[in-house]
Structure formats: structure tokens, C-alpha cells
């Protein structure tokens, strides 16, 4: 069997509610803001729906805010989703972080691209299925199609940064941008590939988006304050918050980024997946999936539990799933001194996004020495007192490894576990 190569992250950049810019977001989740608002009538009128609050970036031209005029032209986003947008704009400033700029075409062969969604194109198909019923089959757009399709955000990389590797894309619900970059990161580290373009993109605050998260009961209906409504592990939580946004990494065998000169962020050392097997969208109460992807993680790193410093938890702030994530660490870490927090506390849940951000939000916890806070613990549940939850204040901390998880529906569970890159 063909020894496993070092994959490191050498590029980040991020879409999201807390702010555009992988310094901004940063800066952000470690001063505890959230990026939790009442929906804007501009993006959707919420009149008719229980929820009426979401993440969403603020479009601006001001440093943090989102100007994807900047990146893509006007003319070109007319013919993309919105969740696609997201995500050229968070690849292009993974990119330009990364300096990697291939010109020699064996260079180009050897950089691939794989990033996900979870939903994919939703507002597309809303608005080509009112069409539809309004106008009839003429009025559809010829761009429907490859407005709608997740793969296509990953082919719009390849196309315009010329890269022709790997090309491909992940759909597995919540887990997709922790999957995306563990099955990119697995692809350089068995010869595939050199570099990839790696992570997940969402848009789905949308009539029919948020129409069926509010049908299923998942999402927050604490409206009258929205920046306390995303509460993970608190007593108070009543479902997610929605989010939109993008991650993405650029990742690269670690001699290719040294010989280079690259700066690196963390090593990508442990990848696990699991199924649940039980429900398809409640985990099992005992956090078993979970447990199961965390162990895999581990072994593949070839550390033990103990080694781990900091944990970005799924942490969702669902009644079920806080509790069943929770189980699943309490039983493989209790006696060490792992820290675990959950950022979707400030960013909301970014859906298909979710774990290629918080990914990015791992990394830079090594980088800084930094555990990002859970903001509105106020009232924990039982169970999770003693253990430490980064509550309401980031705390400084030696970070050599870190753990990020991400489940979703259908039992679909991903861990990537990273490592200060010595």
C-alpha cells in the first residue's frame, strides 16, 4: 500500500454572517459577536414563516462586507445561484492566500478542485418552478440547469483558474464541507492530486428553504432576539438558526508547499466518517455516529483522545442533536482536557458551509492559541457542567490539535481532526 503523504492548509477564505475575509470572520468569533439578524424583507419577505431570523453576509462595499461584484462579474452571476457566487468569492481569496499560481501545465494537471453543498441551487429552482406555473416551459432559462447543480461551483474554479486536476463535488447534508475537504485531502495524500480547492458553499434562505426547515420544526422561533437565539447546550435552545455562506481551503502536500515557501496554517492529520444507521434526521441519543467519525479521526492520526486541545463541535443548538454530540465527546474525552465550543452559536448553521468554516476557524484557533467562546450558554444543561464549553469568552489556550465535526441528515457524520504544523 502507497504511504500516505502530509497534507497541510496553505489558503483560507470565508463568506459568512460574521463577516467576508478570513481576518474579519476571525475577529468576530473571537470577540463574540454574532452575526444573527432578523431577515431582511430585501432577501425574503418572512411574514408567513415561524422563523423570521437567519446569518446572512451584509452586501457592502466596506472591509468585511460582501462584494462579489468585485470578484465575479454582474454579468456571470446572472447565470450562476447564489450559493455558487458564495463560493467563488470565498475561493477566490483562498487562492490568492494560498500564492499559488500554476502556469506549468503539469502544475495545472496536478491542482483539482472539490467543493460541495448541501442543497445546492435552491433559489434557482424556486424561481424557475414559479415560472413554470406562471409562464409555462418557453420561459425557462437556459442557465437553469447549470444554475442549479451542485458540481457546477467546483467547475467554475477549475474553468477560471485553469485548473484541471481532480474535479469533483460532495453532497451530504450538513457534513458536505468537512467531507469535501477530508475526500480532497485524501486525494493529495495518496498521489491524486498536488493541491486542492477544497470546501462548501450555501445559500438556502429561500421561500422553499426556509419554508421546509420551518414545516420540520428544526429552526429557531426566538425572533425578538435574534443575536440570543442560536444557544448551543443552553436549556433555552430551540432549534438552529439558518445560515448562508462559504468556506474554502486551498490544501497541499506538504513538501510541494515548503519547497515553495508556503506559509502553513495546520496539518490536516485525521479524517473519520461514520453512519448512523438510525433516523433520518434524529442521531442516535447516545451520539454513537459521532462517536464512531471522532474515532476514526483519531486513529488515523494515530494519536490518542487525550492529545486533543480544542473541539469545534457541530453544536447546532437542536435539543436532540446538542445532547447526542455531546454524549458521543463526553465518553471519549472525559479525563482529559480537550476545550470544545461551537461557533454556529455566532455564525448561526451554514448548512453545506458549516464545516469547511468552522474548519477554517480550527485552524486559526493553532495558529493564535486561541478557543473560540460559545456565546448565550447561560443556563447549561445538566449533563454538560465540568466540562469545559468555552462559555460567552474566548479563552487562550496552547492548541496543538484540533478536532471539527459536522453531521447531517440521513446519519451522515464527518470529523477532520488537524495538528499545529511543526
Known amino acids: 500500500m502507497q504511504s500516505k503523504r502530509r497534507v497541510v492548509i496553505t489558503g483560507m477564505g470565508i463568506v459568512s454572517p460574521v463577516g ?44 468585511g462586507q460582501y462584494n462579489p461584484d468585485a470578484i465575479v462579474d454582474p454579468r456571470e452571476q446572472r447565470r450562476m445561484d447564489k450559493f455558487m457566487v458564495y463560493g467563488l468569492v470565498a475561493a477566490d481569496e483562498a487562492i490568492k492566500d494560498s500564492g499559488w499560481t500554476p502556469t506549468e501545465e503539469q502544475d495545472k494537471d496536478r491542482t483539482g ?3 460541495g453543498s448541501g442543497i445546492g441551487g435552491m433559489q434557482s429552482i424556486y424561481e424557475t418552478c414559479v415560472e413554470l406555473h406562471e409562464k409555462g416551459p418557453r420561459r425557462i432559462s437556459p442557465f437553469f440547469i447549470t444554475k442549479s ?25 450538513c457534513a458536505t464541507g468537512t467531507h469535501a475537504i477530508g475526500d480532497a485531502s485524501r486525494l493529495i495524500a495518496y498521489g491524486a492530486a498536488d493541491v486542492m ?42 432549534g438552529f438558526v439558518i445560515g448562508e455562506g462559504a468556506g474554502v481551503l486551498v490544501l497541499e502536500e506538504y ?80 479525563g482529559t482536557n480537550v476545550s470544545m465550543s461551537s461557533t454556529k452559536s455566532m455564525t448561526g448553521h451554514l448548512l453545506g458551509a458549516a464545516g469547511a468554516v468552522e474548519t477554517i ?15 448565550n450558554l447561560e443556563d447549561p ?17 496552547t492548541v496543538n490539535y484540533a478536532l471539527s465535526n459536522s453531521f447531517g441528515f440521513g446519519g451522515t457524520n464527518a470529523s477532520i481532526l488537524l495538528k499545529k504544523c511543526q
Do not use: Q
Open 197 to 238: 480547492v477544497a470546501g462548501g458553499a450555501e445559500a438556502a434562505i429561500c421561500p422553499i428553504g426556509m419554508g421546509g426547515f420551518c414545516a420540520m420544526r428544526a429552526l429557531s422561533t426566538r425572533n425578538d432576539e435574534p443575536t440570543r437565539a442560536s444557544r448551543p447546550w443552553d436549556k433555552g435552545r430551540d
Open 149 to 173: 447543480i451542485i458540481n457546477m461551483l467546483s467547475g467554475h474554479v477549475s474553468i477560471n483558474y485553469g485548473f484541471r486536476g481532480p474535479n469533483s463535488s460532495v453532497v451530504t447534508a
Open 255 to 334: 513538501e510541494h508547499a515548503v519547497a515553495r515557501g508556503a506559509k502553513i496554517y495546520a496539518e490536516v492529520v485525521g479524517y473519520g466518517m461514520s453512519g448512523d444507521s438510525n433516523h433520518i434526521t434524529a442521531p442516535a441519543e447516545d451520539g454513537n455516529g459521532g462517536y464512531r467519525a471522532m474515532e476514526a479521526a483519531i486513529k488515523d492520526a494515530g494519536i490518542s483522545a487525550s492529545d486533543i486541545d480544542y473541539i469545534n463541535a457541530h453544536g447546532t443548538s437542536t435539543p436532540l442533536g446538542d445532547l447526542a454530540e455531546f454524549s458521543a465527546v463526553k465518553k471519549m474525552f472525559t
Open 381 to 397: 444543561e445538566e449533563v454538560t457542567v465540568g466540562f469545559d464549553l468555552v462559555p460567552n469568552v474566548a479563552k487562550e489556550k
Open 113 to 115: 478542485v472539490l467543493i
Open 361 to 375: 476557524f480550527s485552524a486559526l484557533a493553532i495558529r493564535d492559541n486561541i478557543c473560540p467562546p460559545t456565546i
Open 20 to 63: 467576508c475575509g478570513v481576518d474579519h470572520a476571525w475577529a468576530a468569533i473571537k470577540a463574540g459577536k454574532s452575526g444573527v439578524r432578523a431577515i431582511d424583507p430585501g432577501l425574503m419577505d418572512v411574514t408567513e414563516y415561524s422563523s423570521k431570523i437567519g446569518g446572512y453576509p451584509i452586501n457592502g462595499t466596506e472591509p
